[in-house]
């Protein structure tokens, strides 16, 4: 296994913007950053057990994965709509706040996050697969992937908790572009 192309694809997969990582940040500059890494548990440990589930049904997923992808696709879509209507919708009431910023919804998030849900459906068949048949050694990569995906999500709650002050100063300004990144990411799924 070509180690650098391995950790290089795994970092520029976690710490780009993707839907999970708007939202931590996002997070961050409305809720602070306790609430932040509430969510930010439950994302990795929602990746992490994204990971686990590739590693166990590789090939019975790749065999109907045109199917998952389809339904992946529209449901993830129409979550990161949502989420990017939440961030530039005025007067935000705290219930919906709430609900959006939990450590169940980082969990799920997961697995409706396209971009989440095809890393993990890669990563595992081109780096740990053809190099790693015993269990025990495609558990340390998991793992090692996971330390990855949580070391992101902490770096944009630290990245939230730095630039806090100029995010809320300017926060329609940050919540559109936000927002503009998720629409972004919801239309790119269909490319």
């Known amino acids: 296994m070509d180690m650098t192309s391995f950790l290089l694809y795994c970092m520029i997969a976690t710490f780009t913007p993707g839907p999970t990582n708007i939202l931590i940040l996002s997070t961050v500059t409305k809720d602070g950053a306790r609430k932040a890494m509430k969510f930010s548990y439950g994302s990795a440990i929602g990746f992490g057990l994204l990971l686990v ?7 019975v997923l790749l065999t109907v994965m045109p199917k998952i992808l389809v339904i992946m696709q529209i449901t993830g879509s129409l979550y990161m709509v949502y989420l990017a209507y939440q961030m530039v919708k005025k007067n935000t009431s705290q219930a919906t706040v709430n609900q959006t910023v939990t450590f169940l919804s980082g969990f ?33 990569y998991i793992a090692g992937i996971t330390l990855i995906g949580f070391a992101a999500f902490i770096t944009w709650v630290l990245f939230g908790a730095v630039f806090k002050e100029f995010l809320h100063k300017h926060q329609t300004a940050a919540n559109l572009i936000m927002a503009l990144f998720l629409a972004y990411a919801a239309i790119m799924i269909w490319e």
């Open 53 to 59: 589930i590739s590693a166990a049904l590789n090939t």
């Open 108 to 140: 799920l998030l997961q697995f409706l996050n396209p971009k989440t849900v095809l890393f993990a459906l890669t990563v595992i068949p081109t780096f740990i697969m053809p190099y790693c048949s015993g269990i025990p050694m495609v558990t340390a």
